[in-house]
């Protein structure tokens, strides 16, 4: 066991001097003329909190406030700050001669519109434009934005060409008339309102531009194309009475880095938790945790900020299990937030067998467990669940959600839809890598398992779904939005999304008769037509009608061939692609936690960012360095400390929902409620495919089939399941843990919770017949149910109450029923 | 030979007077149980289907087998079966009849290995063949298996009928039984090797046991299927016997549209002879072979073979034509077939410009999504000049050495293709008319008369040819060239019309139905000659 932290700390101790401060950018190169670099000066404490001293420095005279110019002759750059007895310093570099600053578009007209939100998504950055102009969202796209205001005309989305007749929108004769400006400035009716004063700086750098004939500037090359945005911090945590600046750095695709922290734009997700500034200062308003959004130069960054409270007075140690609890705690001692204690070996066991296999531990085990004086037994019984036939099954029962095995998904055959499963359920078993089946899954061709996926209701999906749908499953990502335009909140673009559509665009089935699909990709030099029948097949670009290249997210084409499968280069670059494993470990983090480190799981974008982005790259790069082996991922996981925490909260951290300090209690699935109730009852559920006219059953269940068993949601009908959020896997699931009214009805008059309880055969009634005290049976149901011995309290007064009801056999009932409608029973805790 | 046999026999006559006005529509049977038996056994069965009450004797057709009645409830017989020590193993048929007419005919097994009846402590020792029958939807047969380190064993189900598809599945005790002590593992399952049209819906499985100790067997129906008739039997051997190969059965039928049809020296005299022309000797076609190298030259008629055994091979042969020809593409796959290898052949012209393909594209019937279909024929015009005929497989990811094809092109010959005759048996009321239907496929633009003739009816029975109400299709729009790919069917009836008073039967007679092209005013060879089981029976009440 390592000790994350070695020092008690004290209130006194954090408010004392800093250990050190330091600049950042530590280096820093200007290549240009008229190019710039905030630099700020950040003091860091002994217990890893930090503070901007920016403003409070006192700054070598090349650098006033922090903000360094290009001028004079290329050479070193060093700047100094000071404050107090502290100094720190930086190595810049100026690269480029004095000399007239290079005007472009992009990096001088493209910030005015972004930073003053005239291309943010809610106005002419939207997917059709706003008012008959269209720009491309934080100006990720300039010459299009120069056109379309230079040139004029009205953007549509299903055409490359204006709608309207062009009208310039600015005017070259008459600079000061220019629509450009007398919109923004409000001189003319304008539904965004004025976004900038009459003789504003923004307002003078357009005109100057117009009056200059408007010009693009030179087109900027591939080098310096920008490729991501960085902004200092990632995650700032933030004292209630202190105000730190972000800094906004442009990577360019040449390596180079530019500051862009005047031309983006700021906007925070919780105006009650912080505010930002146009200038990139934030300050804190209320105890909490947001996100500030950072846009620029078409790219999109976002921060995690945490306002925090005062120190905790004796921050404990807290002993950590391995790489996962040290990026977790680090954090919490970060925000102030004290972890909860370990849980209890029964509260262990419970969450473990339920999240590894989706069972109730059996009573006899739970006794065994929590009796056991092994130091080791948590990770004995951790490798004992994942050896057993249940964590296969309950995992393939995961994948097959996931993955989607469903009748009307997989080609209304439940012949194939079995296929299909069988090949997941062979994955899980054999532990394939996760990478493999992920491009078995991408490349299937002919008739195996994996290739049935493609086939929902009976047809080939078209390209743009079944792309759309890859990625989100194994990229965690949603392009969807960029079928029709460019992205509006990230920088995919509608290039881009039919790119890689084009994976797609030849998959073809072989077969009309509905029992015999062969999947294949088309030839696209073959028509298998002949002279009179034309079968050849295209994919166009919906807007510019231009046959379409698989062309990867890079932009890398891979040119189609007919000898050649081309999702083959597409799963080969997607499982080595970082989203890939990312994507990965953060579903499976969600299976034990209840949120991934990106929440929602499949929604990863720039402004939606990783709670814990290290721990995410970590794991990922585990995951990768293990051959993406999934049962060693959740051994990691289970192993943790943080996983193991108990739910019970302390006062630091009752509010925390996203930080993992204490485990959060999540509703069962569906599916796993419905085995529990059967397990406690010892009544299991059959499930029906077919009823015959007559009202006969044809087709059942073996007795003992689980609910997770069930291959196909569409073909076994349970309105228990239906009722808790059972997805039917016609589209990407999300389940819903929500409690609802027809909830409430089932537990009152269903019979999954009423006539289990008195089947002749259920465990109560077998336990009534034995005569069995009534300890003993409280004893029984609560180890079954809820994995844990009833505490002195409860005993007393459950039995005292059992003691005085006239029918014993009703009173049992009761007391059975209100232990499977609690939440202790029907949560993962 | 038909024997007849059964428990009324001696007073046959006045019974089935009796009990025919009781019947009241066709009887039908759907399974045995046992579904097999071991020569020289004697053992009591029971035949579940419906409409069963009155039938008093049974048909096996079949030397060696007895099979006699015992009893008759609606939905079951109870029959014994008699199998002479020669009785040799296999799939054996029998129909029942009464009052109400004779049944269809339904299959059970003769097997050589002893035989047992399920039951939950059944302990399987190879070679056993277990007779069972899943009573109730859901219902499972575990079995108990107690085998040797490095011991191979290969389990076979077989259903009674094609309503019920039983699946195997192998468990090995848990290796950690951490949830129960009765913990069983899966470690093997198979429902079939392949579910494709035309393949065996049968599950095998083959295991090499690496532990000796219990293991167990089930047996259970596809997605919980089970009733009366979900009757198997599951065969259990030693060692691993070869798998039976993906590959469909040939059509009991001729028909010229299989993959799987063979494409032998004798079949261009097999399609004369469709065509009525009994004369016309053609010389084999002559045979060339896939070469890496330059490809070989393809004359007419030819056969092109070869194996696409690598991913995305493509093979070739060279045409040259010195005149238009109407040719026929054939297309056969000896070994694995589809859906695992799938052949497109397709014709080019000197330009690259597709002029011929064995795949039939079309549109949906709203016209929204092209379709494409892989066919075994297909018919097409070439003008002279210089063609490159191409054979890969439909996907690029999939070759093997088993991937074999033959194609033979050839000039088309007008014959008839499949007769195909929906009934397999008459039951005929006294006073009433049956329509007998049966289609015909015009091949390669046949179109010479075909005569039909139903011969051996009993007394009161007569036959007239009917002309059918032709079915008026609007033509598809969205067809393609469906006529390349497919034959002209024809319907042809007649009508058995029964005279009142006739006597009703008590045993079946076989009139025989012959089909025949007339060719040149005479009748040529027949293409269809078969037996129908014939029977006058009362009319339903």
């Given at each position: 066991?390592?000790l ?10 954090l408010?004392?001097d800093?250990?050190?401060v330091?600049?950042?950018p ?15 000066l ?39 700050a000071?404050?107090g ?5 930086a ?7 004095p000399g007239?600053?290079?005007?472009r578009?992009r ?23 706003r008012?008959g ?26 055409s ?13 004769r ?33 005109l100057?531009?117009?009056?200059q ?23 700032l ?41 146009d ?9 909490g945790?947001?996100s ?24 404990p ?6 790489f ?19 849980s209890s070996?029964?509260e ?26 092994d ?37 209304i ?60 499953v ?11 335009h ?15 559509a ?5 998959l073809?089935?072989m077969g ?23 079968g ?12 379409l ?10 040119p ?6 081309p ?6 670059w ?17 299976e ?9 799981v499949d929604?990863?974008?720039?402004t939606?960012?990783?709670t ?17 082996d ?28 996203a930080?993992?300090?204490h485990?959060?209690p ?9 085995d ?13 495919t ?9 087709q059942q ?7 997770i ?8 009908h ?17 389940r ?17 919770y009423?006539?289990?309880?008195t ?30 011995l ?18 014993r ?10 232990v ?10 | ?10 007073a ?26 071991p ?14 009450a ?40 029998l ?13 059970w ?35 108990t ?5 490095g ?14 598809d039983?699946?195997l ?35 095998r ?6 532990t000796?100790?219990?293991y ?36 009991p ?15 261009l005299s ?20 896939a ?13 092109f ?17 010195e ?7 054939e ?48 018919t ?11 054979v ?15 194609v033979?092109?050839r000039?088309?010959?007008a ?47 007569s ?6 109400n ?57 293409l269809l ?13």
């Amino acid at each position: 066991m390592k000790l994350l932290l070695p020092l008690l700390l004290t209130a006194a101790a954090l408010a004392a001097d800093p250990v050190a401060v330091r600049l950042v950018p530590a280096q820093f190169e200007l290549h240009r003329p008229g190019a710039s670099q905030q630099l700020l000066l950040i003091a860091e404490y002994a217990d890893g909190s930090t503070q901007d001293l920016t403003d409070a420095a006192t700054w070598s005279a090349n650098a006033p406030a922090g903000l360094v110019t290009a001028g004079g002759t290329p050479g070193p750059l060093p700047v100094t700050a000071t404050h107090g007895r502290f100094r720190a310093s930086a190595t810049g570099r100026l690269e480029t001669a004095p000399g007239p600053a290079v005007f472009r578009f992009r990096s001088a007209i493209g910030p005015i519109l972004t930073r003053r939100g005239c291309n943010s998504p809610a106005c002419h950055g939207g997917v059709k434009g706003r008012g008959g102009l269209k720009l491309s969202a934080a100006s990720l796209f300039p010459r299009d934005d120069y056109d379309w205001i230079v040139q004029g005309g009205e953007y549509q989305v299903l055409s490359a060409e204006s709608r309207t007749p062009r009208t310039p929108r600015v005017d070259l004769r008459n600079p000061n008339a220019s629509l450009l400006l007398r919109k923004a400035t409000g001189t003319v009716s304008h539904g965004g309102g004025p976004r900038f004063a009459v003789d504003s700086l923004d307002y003078r750098t357009i005109l100057d531009w117009i009056r200059q004939g408007a010009p693009f500037g030179p087109p900027d090359d591939d080098a310096s194309r920008i490729t991501a945005i960085e902004v200092f911090p990632k995650i700032l945590t933030l004292e209630k009475n202190r105000k730190h600046r972000l800094l906004v750095t442009a990577v360019l695709a040449n390596g180079r880095r530019e500051d862009l922290t005047a031309q983006a734009l700021y906007l925070t997700n919780d105006r009650q938790i912080a505010t930002v500034a146009d200038s990139g200062l934030v300050a804190p308003v209320a105890l909490g945790e947001t996100s500030i959004l950072v846009r620029a130069a078409g790219q999109a960054a976002a921060v995690i900020v945490g306002v925090i409270g005062d120190p905790v007075a004796h921050y404990p140690p807290i002993a950590t299990n391995n790489f996962i609890d040290e990026h977790v705690f680090d954090k919490l001692r970060r925000l102030r937030i004290l972890p909860s204690g370990l849980s209890s070996d029964a509260e262990f066991l419970r969450r473990v067998c339920l999240d590894l296999t989706g069972t109730l531990p059996p009573p006899g085990r739970a006794t065994a467990f929590v009796n056991s004086r092994d130091p080791q037994k948590r990770q004995r019984v951790i490798e004992a669940l994942i050896a057993t036939p249940e964590f296969t099954d309950y995992w393939t029962f995961r994948f097959q959600d996931l993955f989607r095995v469903a009748l009307f998904a997989n080609g209304i055959n439940p012949k194939w839809s079995q296929m299909y499963g069988e090949w997941i359920r062979e994955s899980i078993a054999r532990n394939k890598p996760y990478d493999r089946m992920a491009w078995e899954r991408l490349t299937a061709q002919g008739y195996d398992g994996p290739t049935r996926h493609f086939l929902p209701y009976d047809v080939i999906g078209t390209p743009e779904e079944t792309m759309a749908e890859e990625v989100r499953v194994f990229f965690g990502r949603r392009l969807e939005c960029a079928q029709c335009h460019n992205h509006p909140y990230e920088t995919w673009s509608q290039d881009q999304f039919w790119g890689l559509a084009a994976f797609f665009g030849r998959l073809f089935k072989m077969g009309d008769t509905g029992n015999e699909y062969v999947i294949f990709d088309h030839p696209l030099h073959e028509g298998m037509g002949n002279a009179e029948v034309n079968g050849r097949i295209e994919t166009l670009h919906p807007r510019t009608k231009a046959k379409l290249v698989p062309t990867l997210l890079d932009g890398r084409s891979v040119p189609p061939s007919d000898q050649e499968n081309p999702r083959k280069a597409l799963a080969s670059w997607m499982v080595q692609h970082p989203y890939f494993a990312e994507a990965a470990v953060n579903r499976l983090w969600a299976e034990f936690f209840g949120r991934g480190l990106v929440d929602p799981v499949d929604d990863f974008r720039s402004t939606n960012p990783a709670t814990h982005p290290e721990l995410l790259s970590r794991l990922a790069a585990e995951f990768r360095r293990g051959g993406h082996d999934l049962r060693a991922l959740m051994r990691l996981i289970v192993n943790s400390r943080t996983y193991q925490l108990s739910a019970a909260t302390n006062p630091t951290n009752r509010a925390d929902r996203a930080n993992y300090s204490h485990a959060l209690p999540r509703p069962l699935l569906a599916e796993v409620l419905l085995d529990a109730i059967g397990q406690v009852t010892g009544v299991p559920e059959r499930f029906t495919t077919t009823i015959a006219p007559d009202g006969k059953i044809t087709q059942q269940t073996p007795t003992g089939t689980r609910a997770i068993h069930l291959r196909e949601p569409d073909l076994f009908h349970s309105r228990f399941l239906e009722l808790y959020g059972r997805p039917n896997r016609l589209a990407l699931p999300e389940r819903s843990g929500k409690a609802n009214l027809g909830q409430a009805l089932h537990m009152l008059a269903g019979s999954i919770y009423n006539e289990k309880l008195t089947a002749p055969a259920s465990r109560l009634q077998t336990l009534l017949r034995a005569q069995t005290t009534d300890g003993a049976i409280l004893e029984d149901l609560y180890l079954t149910a809820l994995g844990r011995l009833p505490e002195a309290a409860e005993r007393e007064q459950l039995l005292t109450a059992l003691a005085t009801q006239p029918d014993r056999n009703q009173a049992w009932k009761d007391l059975y029923w209100a232990v499977l409608c609690s939440r202790e029973f029907a949560e993962n805790h | 030979m038909k024997r007849l046999a059964g428990p009324m026999s001696g007073a046959l006559w006045v019974l089935f007077s009796y009990t025919a006005r009781l019947c009241a529509a066709e009887p039908i049977l759907q399974s045995v149980h046992p579904l097999a038996g071991p020569p020289g056994a004697t053992y009591q069965a029971t035949i579940a289907g419906a409409n069963l009450a009155g039938l008093h004797s049974l048909t096996v057709d079949e030397p060696g087998v007895r099979a006699r009645l015992l009893s008759a409830t609606a939905d079951q017989l109870n029959i014994e079966i008699t199998l002479d020590p020669s009785v040799p193993s296999g799939e054996k048929k029998l129909r029942a009849i009464g009052p109400q007419g004779i049944t269809n005919a339904i299959s059970w097994h003769v097997v050589a290995e002893p035989t047992a009846l399920a039951k939950p402590d059944l302990t399987l020792a190879p070679p056993l063949v277990v007779n069972g029958v899943l009573r109730e939807p859901g219902e499972v047969h575990t079995f108990t298996l107690k085998t040797q380190a490095g011991e191979a064993l290969t389990f076979e189900a077989v259903s009674a009928s094609p309503a019920f598809d039983p699946v195997l599945t192998l468990l090995e005790p848990a290796q950690e039984s951490w949830f129960s002590p009765k913990s069983w593992k899966r470690l093997a399952f198979h429902d079939e090797d392949l579910f494709f049209p035309g393949l065996s819906t049968q599950p095998r499985l083959t295991h090499l046991f690496a532990t000796a100790g219990p293991y167990r067997l089930q047996i259970s129906g596809f997605s919980g299927h089970g009733g009366p008739a979900a009757s198997y039997y599951l065969r259990v051997r030693p060692g691993t016997a070869p798998p039976p190969p993906r590959h469909p059965l040939p059509p009991p039928d001729w028909t010229p549209r299989s993959f799987v049809r063979q494409l032998g020296p004798d079949w261009l005299s097999q399609l004369y002879r469709r065509g009525g022309d009994q004369k016309t000797q053609p010389p084999p076609p002559t045979r060339i072979a896939a070469s890496a190298k330059a490809p070989p030259s393809l004359s007419i008629p030819g056969i092109f073979e070869g194996r696409i055994d690598q991913p995305a091979q493509v093979r070739k042969a060279s045409l040259h034509l010195e005149q238009s020809l109407q040719l026929a593409l054939e297309i056969e796959t000896p070994e694995a077939t589809l859906p695992e290898f799938n052949p497109v052949v397709t014709v080019f012209d000197s330009t690259g410009r597709e002029v011929a393909t064995n795949v039939h594209t079309k549109r949906n019937n709203n016209g929204l999504y092209m379709m494409k279909m892989i066919h075994p024929r297909t018919t097409f015009l070439l003008t002279p000049g210089d063609y490159t005929l191409q054979v890969r497989n439909i996907t690029t990811d999939h070759g093997r050495p088993d991937f074999a094809f033959r194609v033979l092109l050839r000039p088309q010959i007008a014959h008839a293709g499949r007769v195909t005759l929906p009934d397999d048996r008459l039951n005929l009321t006294p006073g009433a008319a049956r329509v007998l239907t049966f289609q015909l496929d015009r091949e390669e633009d046949f179109r010479d008369p075909v005569a039909a003739t139903l011969t051996g009816l009993p007394p009161g029975v007569s036959v007239l040819p009917v002309a059918d109400n032709p079915v008026e299709r609007p033509p598809l729009p969205n067809a393609g060239r469906i006529e390349r790919y497919t034959p002209k069917p024809q319907t042809f009836s007649l009508l058995l019309q029964v005279a009142e008073g006739t006597p009703l039967s008590a045993v079946p007679v076989y009139p025989k139905l012959t089909v025949r092209p007339v060719r040149q005013g005479r009748l040529a060879a027949p293409l269809l000659e078969k037996p129908i089981p014939l029977m006058i029976v009362a009319p339903t009440p």
